[in-house]
């Protein structure tokens, strides 16, 4: 079945630090790929999504781009805020199937 | 624009007693709906959605219960509470056959 792996957490950064969290991914078809956010408290935000081999998503200064060779969908933000500080999520969406596969987060703090 | 209410955002039950939490959508017809729930430190759980009205799947076997009365209301119950049942529970939801899916502020379940 499908299936994601997160770096594991937690992620420590200082501020104005460059982010990468892994994530990979396994699935049948041609998947559609997001990456979540939930700061503390809250429920889960839509950061940026990719639903097709070689899409870069973006929103807020992050990206990811789906990388089908290494089914892989890192999240990247070159210069990361304490406002950032949250736990993210990866995703996919099976091709024929409207069900979310998540990770199981990463958590990132960011201090000043 | 589309809103997601989930309701009440903290509860505090003993065990053994019965749960209802309400999920209501706006701005949308025939959405698909889900629940999930998210255990402290772990990923999120999909424990049911819903592709229309009276029509329910069920992901994992468990002590809740899941119902859709109307086509944008989606209620989460239980009879009896076991302390296993406490978590963060999700409410979601996305336009049929599509992604991606739009989260409620969860709700804060404590088992005494």
């Known amino acids: 079945g499908d299936s994601v792996t997160q770096m594991e957490g937690p992620v420590t950064l200082s501020e104005e630090a460059f982010l990468t969290i892994n994530c990979t991914y396994t699935?049948?078809?041609?998947?559609?790929l997001f990456w979540y956010v939930q700061y503390p408290g809250e429920g889960l935000q839509l950061l940026l999504k990719?639903?097709?081999?070689?899409d870069k998503g973006s929103n807020k200064g992050f990206e990811a781009t789906y990388r089908k060779e290494t089914t892989s969908f890192h999240l990247e933000k070159g210069s990361v805020q304490v406002s950032d500080s949250a736990v993210y999520f990866c995703?996919?969406?099976?091709?024929?199937?409207?069900?979310?596969?998540f990770g199981k987060g990463t958590l990132l703090t960011v201090n000043p | 624009s589309q809103t997601i209410h989930q309701w009440p955002a903290t509860l505090v039950q003993p065990v053994g007693s019965p749960l209802s939490l309400e999920c209501t959508v706006e701005g949308t017809s025939n959405p698909n709906l889900y629940w999930y729930r998210q255990a402290a430190g772990r990923g999120l759980q999909l424990l049911f959605y819903s592709v229309g009205i009276g029509q329910i799947s069920s992901e994992v076997p468990q002590n809740l219960s899941a119902s859709r009365p109307q086509d944008r209301q989606f209620i989460l119950s239980s009879k009896k509470l076991l302390l296993s049942d406490s978590g963060f529970y999700l409410c979601?939801?996305?336009?049929?056959?599509?992604?991606?899916?739009?989260f409620g502020d969860g709700t804060r379940l404590s088992i005494l």
């Open positions: 979601a939801w996305s336009v049929q056959d599509e992604q991606p899916q739009h």
């Open positions: 990719a639903t097709k081999a070689d």
């Open positions: 699935a049948t078809g041609y998947p559609s």
């Open positions: 995703a996919l969406r099976g091709g024929s199937n409207y069900k979310l596969t």
